[in-house]
């Protein structure tokens, strides 16, 4: 089992920046990747990044590309989400989820089912 506990969701103005943390907990030495979803009212859930653990290589939606970005820090079990340049349309609930299953291509961690363990989620909302 892993646990995810995403935090540092807020209120901002559209331009301005926030930084999201998902710390994990459990089982952490068993997981491969960790994305990032988000999710708007009335809309599907929506792939946002991806950061695959054996190559550190990360992987983001277009929408976001150039504006966010996805770290790790292995002492503290924390991947976080960088969000700058913010625009209304980033409004969601933003959630960080676990690969444990097995260890796949980073191009493979864009959809939802890719992933085993699912955190609590943190509203964004930006204002115009």
């Known amino acids: 089992q892993v646990q995810l506990v995403e935090s540092g969701g807020g209120l901002v103005q559209a331009g301005g920046s926030l930084r999201l943390s998902c710390a994990a907990s459990?089982?952490?030495?068993?997981?491969?990747?960790m994305g990032w979803f988000r999710q708007a009212p009335g809309k599907e859930r929506e792939f946002v990044g991806a950061?695959?653990?054996?190559?550190?290589?990360?992987y983001y939606a277009d929408s976001v590309k150039g504006r966010f970005t996805i770290s790790r820090d292995n002492a503290k079990n924390t991947v976080y989400l960088q969000m700058n340049s913010l625009k209304p349309e980033d409004t969601a609930v933003y959630y960080c989820?676990?690969?444990?299953?097995?260890?796949?291509?980073?191009?493979?961690?864009?959809?939802?089912?890719?992933?085993?363990?699912w955190g609590q989620g943190t509203q964004v909302t930006v204002s115009s």
């Open positions: 989820a676990a690969r444990t299953r097995w260890d796949t291509p980073v191009q493979a961690l864009g959809v939802p089912k890719a992933y085993d363990y």
């Open positions: 459990g089982r952490t030495f068993s997981t491969y990747a």
């Open positions: 950061i695959r653990w054996s190559s550190d290589s990360t």
